[in-house]
């Protein structure tokens, strides 16, 4: 009984409130109704879609929609087809980004085999991918805010992250910024504004989002956020969560898809149905997107220059795909060769590499110089060989470190774990390497 006396008065007063619409609505000129069933209007203005009406019924086929292009400015001879395209960006920022991808090249070779020999316990090369870390660095500014997935480790060389800092991180050591508390390639600088990476697939996503919506906060914000992602990465829940809510609050983040083609052995056939990652920007979440050729340094650079003054000036985000090929194996704990052919592996090692498609482009130039190649790499693996000799032999930081550093006050049950580990050395010191750790 109390239920019907609550609800009747309800109806009447929602009955009331119809009834007013009807009149409001019939006042209105035909053009400027709101009500999308309206038989005159053939375009629909249901809250939930902005569309036209039509009398035939379709299946919409994926098939149905062209794929979006990919941008590109050099061919794979290092030719620039539409002139008005060139960055004309100077020799020595073209020399710079050439070095720093012979730079990651050369560290990455030697890296992967010290792992082969046992010396560190993982790692994970960048081959195919250096157009994309260093174009996009290149193009930004270091005020903006980069959230990295782990193969992204290029945009640290462009910015100035030391080979020292990263053989550190590699070995864990007393220098390690990370203080050793993770695996290899997981860098992370505050000072060049590069977020720690984190294993657990995407999580950098929804975090990327929500500090880009921090700085859209801040009055006179002139920064924007990157966050680089695997096209693998793409289909965790994280991924959806942060287009989504990029999209609708309206942040200044650029989503950066780096689509290898490989997710470990899933081949990225197998991983999306639609248009890869930048087919689901304009359409499935409402982002601006851009789709380039990830192997071309200046279609990158050119390309990001765009996303960032778009982010910055509309407060929205970018969707950005770069269309690259993960040569090398996914990581130390993979071969791919089980999963993909040596042939196919060699034509994006060879003619469809980025750092080759920059050389050709320096030799047309008149900028290359193949004596001043070779010394480059030659003192890279100096320094990189050198470098090892001397992490290796470094302490590992204080073991009471492994409880501090993630919480601002170390919580009650940080503290009673350290006193349980501190008994438990004490009495079975005999069984640690207690001497390679900092005391
Ligand atoms: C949540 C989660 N699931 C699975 C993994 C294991 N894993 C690590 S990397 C990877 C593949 C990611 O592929 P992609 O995002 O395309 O990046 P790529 O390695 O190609 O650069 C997987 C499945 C993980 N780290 N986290
Ligand atoms: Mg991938």
Redesign the pocket.
Known sequence: MSFLRKTIPMLGALGRQHQHLKTVVGALPTSSRQYSSDPANDYANFPGAKAPFVSQLKLNLPEDYAPIPIYRVMDRDGFIADETQDPQLSREVVEKMFRDMLLLNTMDKILYESQRQGRISFYMTNFGEEASHIGSAAALEMRDLIYG???EAGVLVWRGFRIDQFIDQCYGNVDDLGRGKQMPVHYGSRELNFVTIS????TQMPQAVGAAYAMKMKKGNDACVVCY??????S?GDAHAAFNFAATLGCPVILFC?N?G???STPSHEQYKGDGIAGRGPMGYGIATIRVDGTDVFAVYNAMKMAREYVLKENKPVVFEALAY?VSH?STSDDSTAYRSPEEIEVWNSVDNPISKLKRYMVHKGWFDEAEETAFIKDVRKKVLKQIAVSEKKLKPNWREMFEGVYAEMPEHLVEQRKELEKHLEAHKEHYPLKNFKQ
């Open positions: 997935q782990y193969r294993s657990p697939l995407s992602f695997g096209e693998g990465a793409a965790e780096r290898n490989f997710a470990i993960r996914h």
